[in-house]
């Protein structure tokens, strides 16, 4: 369990959570925001707008423990609306634009505490987006796994169930599931074979 460090000074810096669908992201980043919340912080939460899938002003996990957030277009924008806070959170950060690194540097140079979630690979199992630099920046960084509904293994993987071309399909749960290594492999040859 991630446990919030305790520094004298006054410095900002950079957490990001990330794992698979289904691994628990989102909520542990509303945790550590709730936290932040009751220490009488300032708090603010973003998330992509091309992310509304439950709600259009709520950072929504699986389980519905939700924390309310402003959508917004792109990675500048959330410069711009963090003026005199003391943390932000950021949801989906895979599917924000490629300023979004800069952004998070800028933030916690300022000062600002910055809690990033995001899933680390695409469908194909390649890193995505912006993750791999946000992940290189960060101080603190946390790899969350869910459970292989091949094996019950531990997984790591999100395998797409239905055959669309779009990286960007958003994560319903009819439409992946988490999965191993092993078991992502093994589906991955499945599908070149019925091709
Ligand atoms: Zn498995």
């Not at 500048?76 to 806070?85: A, G, R, V």
């Not at 540097?105 to 695409?122: E, T, W, Y």
């Not at 797409?160 to 589906?187: H, M, Q, W």
């Amino acid at each position: 369990m991630f446990i919030e460090p305790q520094r004298n000074i006054k410095t900002g810096w950079i957490e990001v959570i990330c794992g698979s669908m289904f691994s628990g992201k989102t909520e542990e980043l509303i945790r550590r925001l709730k936290r932040a919340i009751i220490a009488k912080q300032k708090v603010e939460i973003f998330k992509p707008s091309i992310d509304t899938r439950y709600d259009e002003n709520d950072v929504v996990s699986h389980n519905s423990n939700s924390i309310a957030s402003t959508p917004v277009t792109n990675a500048q924008s959330i410069l711009l609306l963090s003026n005199d806070i003391d943390v932000v959170g950021i949801d989906e950060a895979q599917f924000f634009d490629d300023q979004l690194p800069q952004v998070c540097q800028v933030l916690a140079n300022k000062g600002i505490r910055v809690i990033i979630a995001g899933l680390d690979m695409d469908f194909k199992g390649q890193p995505f987006g912006t993750m791999p630099a946000l992940l290189a920046m960060a101080e603190y960084v946390t790899k969350v796994n869910a459970i292989c509904m091949k094996c019950g293994g531990i997984a790591s993987h999100s395998f797409r169930l239905i055959n669309e071309d779009a990286t960007v399909l958003l994560g319903e749960k009819e439409s992946y599931e988490p999965r191993c290594r092993k078991c992502f492999n093994e589906g991955i040859r499945e599908e070149m074979f019925n091709d």
